[in-house]
């Protein structure tokens, strides 16, 4: 089966490569999905609609995809911070578990196939553990504690592309995040210590809980085999974490773990790292509180290639917002049109539109020249409506074709479903339409300046009348 010809950039061997599934029309994809010891921010959006977008691309190719997210819900944050306001952890995560799952839907992001969390994956991480101290590649430390020996994995390295020198062997590190420069013998198993509280679980391996690293190779690999096609997540997360699951997956199974590696670069805020002492962090729920409509936001956060970093503005916001305008009318135009055939005019605007979005998407899924090729399109397609050409055949074979692109941008359908009309609107433009009929203008005019007090704009057209919803 051909699937396109797409192409991605690999981060393990540093080039755009042509991808091939592991079986044909089948694709296996994990993502490192949220650690849920507080809200995500657009920062996490950000990589879980570029993962969205992987996913919608392939399956617009034809692929099946079986995609696998994970939910970190124990490790040194979740328990910090479940400490921190005294409740149990379980009852810390499930919150924001819950808040995560709000934030994706709200966002369109299509849902994985599988979220596995890793408290209740507890039994495989333990066997993975045993596995690295049986080969060798682990070892106990005084602490009771077991790490990773990285000068025991010669490709220790490869991905983050780091030299490993022999002064870092047998250097540890119990944290679950640390820098590239201070790469050493990494934990799997962390020993009960009293600051874990009662966060533990008695094993064969001993009292304690899995480091976050082993946690990734464990799950992904009991969903989706020793080896599978396509590990995404943030560029943040490629040391050491990613770095850590391959060295643990590999040593363990002798296979390789994954063979393409997709990173996607960070959001800046305002043209700034978000931080929150500097005032320009955000979740999506701060955004929407502020009255932020949340396909503008995934909208601005996609039209990005998701290599580059991208500058989170109001400003771009607000241009986000107008462009779903833009390219809403421009359906809502379609629907209505009734004019003259354009023939072939039509098919090779159809044809080269097509061609043009597909071949930047498989370009590394080049987003923002796939949306330069439907701009061009709709200008086309506008300038044709306003000489009363296309008919209502064709505006129906547009209309099919915007709906096939926006299976993968996702931002239309959503526009237009919000747009329904209210119950009350619909039948103040039926009264309006009857007093059109019996030519009482007075009463026309009256409800056409009520409808525009609810934000619902009418023009009558030689085709009847149009609505639409005005945001301003
Ligand atoms: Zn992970």
Redesign the pocket.
């Known amino acids: 089966m051909q699937n396109g010809n797409i192409h991605f950039f690999n981060t393990l061997t540093h080039q755009k490569e042509k991808f091939v599934s592991i079986e044909p029309g089948k694709v296996k994809m994990y993502t ?1 999905g949220p650690t849920v010891y507080d809200y995500i921010h657009i920062g996490n959006l950000r990589a879980f609609l570029f993962e969205d977008i992987v996913r919608r691309w392939l399956e617009y190719r034809g692929f099946q995809v079986t995609q696998v997210m ?1 939910v970190t819900d124990v490790d040194d944050r979740t328990i910090k911070a479940s400490k921190a306001l005294g409740i149990p952890i379980k009852q810390h995560t499930e919150c924001f578990i819950k808040a995560f799952f709000e934030d994706i839907e709200a966002l369109n992001i299509e849902k994985a196939d599988y979220y596995p969390k890793a408290t209740e994956h507890i039994p495989e991480m333990v066997a993975l553990v045993k596995k690295l101290l049986e080969k060798g590649y682990a070892y106990r430390g005084e602490d009771n504690s077991v790490y990773f020996a990285i000068s025991k994995f010669k490709d220790y390295g490869k991905l983050a592309r780091i030299q490993v020198g022999d002064l870092k062997a047998g250097a540890r590190v119990k944290v679950d995040e640390y820098a590239k420069e201070e790469a050493s013998d990494f934990v799997v198993w962390k020993a009960w210590d009293k600051d874990d509280g009662d966060v533990f679980w008695v094993t064969e391996i001993g009292k304690g809980r899995p480091g976050w690293h082993i946690e ?1 190779s464990a799950m992904s690999m009991k969903y989706l085999g020793e080896t599978f096609d396509i590990h995404c ?1 943030g560029v943040d ?1 490629m040391f050491p ?1 990613h770095e850590n ?1 391959i060295a643990q997956s590999e040593a363990a199974t002798g296979k390789k773990f994954v063979n393409y590696w997709l990173h996607n670069e960070h959001l800046l805020v305002e043209g700034k790292k978000m931080a929150k002492r500097l005032h320009n962090y955000y979740t999506l729920k701060d955004l929407m509180a502020k009255g932020y409509d949340p396909m503008a936001i995934r909208y601005l956060m996609m039209s990005a290639h998701y290599g580059q970093q991208i500058n989170f503005t109001f400003e771009g916001l607000e241009a986000a917002r107008k462009t779903l305008e833009r390219l809403t009318n421009f359906v809502n135009r379609l629907l209505e049109t009734n004019g003259k055939p354009a023939g072939d005019k039509i098919n090779q605007l159809n044809e080269g539109v097509q061609k043009g979005f597909e071949a930047a998407m498989d370009d590394d899924l080049n987003v923002s020249v796939a949306l330069a090729h439907l701009f061009d399109f709709v200008r086309d397609v506008n300038n044709l409506l306003d000489n009363g050409e296309v008919s209502k055949e064709e505006g129906k074979g547009i209309c099919d074709l915007m709906s096939k692109f926006d299976k993968v941008l996702g931002v239309i359908g959503q526009v237009k479903e919000k747009e329904k009309l209210s119950k009350e609107a619909e039948e103040l433009i039926n009264r309006r339409e009857d007093a059109r009929k019996n030519k009482d203008w007075k009463t026309a005019d009256q409800i056409r300046d009520q409808l525009k007090t609810m934000g619902i704009v009418i023009e009558d057209t030689a085709q009847g009348i149009r609505w639409r919803i005005e945001k301003d």
């Open positions: 490192c994970n990734c997540g997360n974490h699951e």
